[in-house]
């Protein structure tokens, strides 16, 4: 699966929260850098009175997305 693409359908499920402010993509897939042993690199920006926000609903749709067998 490609990494950007994976990333973009990730950061689609976060900006759906409106308590999530913004969604960075860091890292190798940034770079254009990725390969078979990188993650996504997404980073939620979240205001600090939501810091103790549940994304585990959030994090089961973004599980979902990966493949059953885990590789990239």
């Known amino acids: ?19 999530i402010e913004g969604v960075l993509l860091g890292g190798s897939v940034s770079r254009n850098w990725h390969d078979e042993f990188s993650d996504e690199g997404i ?4 205001r600090i009175e939501y810091r103790d926000l549940d994304l585990s609903n959030m994090m089961n749709k973004i599980k979902s997305l990966r493949p059953k067998n885990n590789s990239i």
Do not use: D, G
């Not at 699966?1 to 308590?19: G, V």
């Open 1 to 19: 699966m490609n990494l950007a693409l994976l990333a973009t359908e990730m950061s689609n499920i976060y900006k759906r929260n409106p308590k």
């Open 43 to 46: 980073f939620q920006l979240i």
